[in-house]
C-alpha cells in the first residue's frame, strides 16, 4: 500500500483502501485500520516523541492521518493516578486510575475517538459531521467541530441526561432527539450514512474514529514507564475500547517500545446493560442483545457491534466479564471521589464497582498491577447521585448560629450511634 | 404482496440496485430466502456456512430487532416492513 495504512476486514481479511466505510461489503464484518508495521518500525522509534507535548498528537506515526497533518487542539494526555488510598480500601497495592474525566476538550474519552474522525472528515470531503450518541460523544463531536470548522448534526436518544444535551447544544451543534433507545438512534443513523454524504463519525468513519482510542493504551504504557500492566479494567458499551487498548499494546510491542507480557483484559457492564457480560459470563458464542434499563446511560447499548471481539478478547487475555447494579454504581462513583478525588460519570461508577467485585472474586490479584480506565465526567450525570445529597439547611451568618449547627450535628451524630 | 425488504445500498450490487422487494412471506426465515431466491448472489452474504444469519447482519421487522421477537421464526403480517442494517458499533466504549 502507498500508504503505511488501510481498511481491512477484520473477519475476511479482504483490504479496502482507505474510505469512509465502516463494514466489509463481502461479509458485512467491521472493517478496521491496518498499518504496515515492517514500514512503521523503520521510522517510528519512542526517541521521536521526546520534546512533544503530552497530549494524544505525540502518538501520530501510529494513527491513521496524513503526511502534512498538524496537529490541531490539545486531547488526552491526561493523568494516570496512583490510586494509594483506594488500594488500600480494596486491599490490593498496585492499582493507577487512568483519569479521562478531564480529557479535553468535552471531558470524556470520546475526544480522542472523535479527534481522529475529524481527520479522515477532513480528508474524505465531508463539511458535516454527526454522530450517535448517548452523550459523550455528542458532546465531543460538537466542541472539537465548532473548533475545527465543521457543521454538526447529532442524533441522541430523547431522554439523555439534560447536562450532556447542554453540552451539546452550546458548541451550536445541531441536535435532533429520537424517541427510541440508543440502538433505535444507532440503526437510523446507519440509515442515515447510507443516504446522506455527511461524516457520520462512529458509523461511515468509524475505522478511523476508534483508532483514537488507542492512544489512552499507549499513555498507560508510557506513564507506568514504557511497561505494560498486568490488569486492565474498562468499560463496555459498544466494545470497542477495550479492544483498542489491546491494540495499542500489542503495537507498542511490536515497535519494540515495551516488553512482551500477558495483560488480562477484564470489561465491566451494569446489570442493567450486559449483553456482553453476560455473554462472558454463560459462555455463549454469540451475545444476547437486551433492552437497556440502567443510570449509565452511556454504556446503554444493548446490541454491541464490537460485542464479538470483546468477548473473544476477554476469553483470550484470562480476564473475564462483570456488572453490577445501578445502587452499585452510585456507590463506586462516591467511593471513587471520597478516596481519590474524582468524580466520574456512572460508567466510570460502573468500572470502579466492577473492579471492586472483581478483587473480591479473586480474579485480580493485590500484587498486580492494575489500570482502571475512567472514562466520563461526574459533572455530566449529577442527576443519578443528586439525591444523595440533599441540601443542608442555612444557617446565619453569626458566630453562636454556626455554634448551634456544630451542636446540632453533634446531636445528630450521637443519636446515630 | 403483503411484506416489504428493504436491501441496504452495500447489498444493492448483487440485487441490480433494486432498493426493496415486495413478498409474501409467513416468516422473517420465508422472507429471507425469498429475498435470496430471487438474488442468489445475496445468499452468502446474509448467512455464514452454518446457515445462521449473518452476526454483523442486524434484521428488524418494522421497529424491533427480530432477536426481540423469538428470531427468524416470528411471523409476518401484511405491511410489515422487513430492515437488513449492517451492525455498527455504538458511540461508546
Redesign the interface.
Known sequence: MSETYQLGCRECGKTWENAPRSFCEDCFSPLEVIYDYDSLKKTVRRENLVGRDFNMWRYAEMLPLSEDFVAPNAVGGTPLVAARKLAAHWGIENLYVKNDAVCFPSLSFKDRVVSTALVAARRFGFTTVGCSSTGNLANAVAAQAAQRGFDACVFIPADLEPAKVLNTAVYGARIVRINGNYDHVNRLCAQIADKFAWGLVNVNLRPYYSEGSKTQGYEIAEQLGWRLPDNVVVPMAGGSLIGKIAKAFKELVILGWVEPKPVKFFGAQATGCSPISDGVKRDLARFEPQKPNTIARSLAIGNPADGPFAMKLIRESGGWAEDISDPEIVDAIKLLAQTEGIFTETAGGVTAGVTQKLIQQGRISPQETTVVSITGNGLKTTDAIASEYPLTEAIAPRLDAFEAYLESQFAVAAAAK | MPVTIEI???FR?FTDGTPKIDCSAATIADALNDLTTRFPALSR?VRDEQGQI?????V?LN?E?I??LGGEGCTLKEGDRV?L?????????
Open positions: 441496504p445500498t452495500a450490487r452474504h449473518r452476526q454483523f447482519l442486524n428488524y421497529e430487532d432477536r426481540f430492515l442494517v449492517p451492525s455498527i458499533a455504538g458511540g461508546c466504549v
